[in-house]
């Protein structure tokens, strides 16, 4: 087995536990309980583990990871570790205190989400009533202090027309950074896939606001913008290829190359309970799975971009084609592109399935 | 545009020049990014500490590789523009 070059990104997925409910959470339909999730202890040895590994970036996630009361503790750690910690947040916990704790802590950077710029907008996709105001307030409390900010907005069909709006706000609010991401259609997203597609007129939009902010704010506001596959013909370089760059951590100590694998059929998930993060970076069959290029079927295997795309993503071949091991039919080479356009195509309005833990 | 040699330079926060010893390489590390600092960036960057001015930096440079100053300076000022506009360091 050849070497596998060290991963940059750790996404640390400390729980998931959330007060929003949002349709399209990248969390798995089976969640962790708080029962489920690891201790501390852990966690202090898995940063340990990342950084002698080679990670660089540790991004705090969850569900809702300002939920562990040990956040602090874990980002103090991490920097002494001289890892670059982000904290990805809905920020409705954020306030004077909670804030100053990680602040001391060494935090590098905030990526506060936002459901929308419109109020019932926004409480209709996570639920929480009061959640908008929380994070106007957490945002103004984070500039206060300096910390460096990223806004993210999911877009979706009942959003995506007030893309020039969030651009806007990101700007007012002082953001450094905004993302604007076209939903991804991966567990909770990939249940409410045709309620959250946009169409080929609104992408379009969305685009067009894209560039015309990027000419008004120049410098001042980065923009992140992630397109719909779905409207797209060829595929995304999923994760910068499995295994090659990324790794994600869930709340029970489960080991992934993203955070849709777990939908992966017949192969053991590696745990950082009962086995060390390198070798399972290194050696794990889950890691090796899919890395590099031998796995690759045609047209993959001979296409010039095998290399550039990485044969798109695992996860959604599986969920559209039912073989993980199928070319993502994103491309225009699969045979089953159809199933592509004809979802592409297929958005509607409706009630969303929230993202809830499962009444057992 | 260039920077003048009476500034004083710093990393705004969120970014940091580090090296990664499993690589080998310097890095800038950037929110939810990171680049590659070539060896010449990487020297520059090094003296990069928020207390001495551009003046002293650039001295140090044409001594420490024997170079001539403006040739040394020119290089200096092109990646420091350019690490500025895009907010990773500020005057």
Request: aromatic fraction near 6%; charge should be negative.
């Amino acid at each position: 087995m050849s070497f596998a070059p060290p991963p940059m990104s750790l996404l640390a997925e400390l729980t998931h536990r959330c007060p929003l409910a949002c349709p399209y959470c990248s969390n798995p339909l089976a969640l962790d309980r708080r029962a489920a999730e690891m201790e501390t202890a852990d966690w202090l040895r898995v940063l340990d583990e990342a950084a002698s590994l080679g990670v660089l970036q540790v991004h705090f996630s969850g569900g809702e990871p300002m939920a562990r009361h040990d956040l602090p503790e874990l980002v103090r750690h991490a920097s002494k570790l001289n890892l670059y910690t982000n904290l990805i947040t809905s920020g409705v916990l954020i306030n004077d205190v909670t804030l100053e704790a990680l602040d001391t802590a060494g935090l590098d950077h905030i990526q506060l989400s936002f459901q929308d710029v419109d109020e019932a907008g926004a409480e209709r996709i996570g639920g929480l009533r009061g959640a908008q105001e929380k994070k106007l307030n957490a945002a103004r409390l984070i500039k206060a202090r300096g910390i460096p900010l990223t806004l993210n907005f999911v877009v979706h069909r009942e959003n995506v027309a007030r893309v020039p709006e969030m651009l806007d706000l990101a700007h007012e609010l002082g953001a450094g950074r905004v993302e604007i991401a076209h939903t991804q259609y991966y567990g909770w997203g990939l249940k409410n896939r045709d309620l959250l597609m946009p169409s080929a007129a609104q992408l379009e939009a969305s685009t067009e606001a894209v560039v015309k902010a990027r000419a008004r704010f120049g410098n001042s506001l980065a923009i992140d913008y992630v397109t719909p596959d779905y409207h797209a013909d060829q595929p995304k370089p999923c994760m910068g290829g499995w295994g090659q760059r990324f790794v994600n951590i869930t709340p029970s100590g489960k080991v992934l190359p993203c955070h849709a694998a777990e939908t992966i059929p017949n192969v053991v998930f590696p745990s950082v309970t009962t086995e060390s993060l390198g070798a399972i970076w290194q050696d794990s069959p889950l890691f090796n799975l899919f890395r590099g290029t031998d796995w690759m079927p045609e047209p993959c295997r001979s296409c010039s971009l095998k290399e550039v795309d990485w044969g798109g993503c695992r996860c959604q071949a599986l969920a559209l084609t039912g073989d993980a091991s199928a070319t993502d039919p994103v491309c225009a080479r699969s045979n089953q592109h159809a199933l592509v356009m004809e979802a592409a195509t297929a958005g509607h309005d409706g009630e969303f399935l929230y993202r809830r833990f499962r009444a057992i | 545009m260039s920077v003048s040699e009476d500034s004083i330079l710093k990393f705004t926060r969120g970014h940091r020049l580090q090296h990664d010893r499993v690589r080998d390489v310097w890095l800038i590390q950037a929110p939810e990014k990171a680049f590659i600092a070539d060896p010449i960036a990487a020297a520059i960057l090094q003296l990069v500490d928020g207390a001495r001015p551009l003046s002293v930096l650039i001295d140090t440079l044409a001594e420490t590789y024997q170079a001539p100053r403006e040739t040394i300076a020119g290089d200096v000022q092109t990646l420091l523009t350019s690490l500025i506009e895009q907010k990773v360091l500020s005057a």
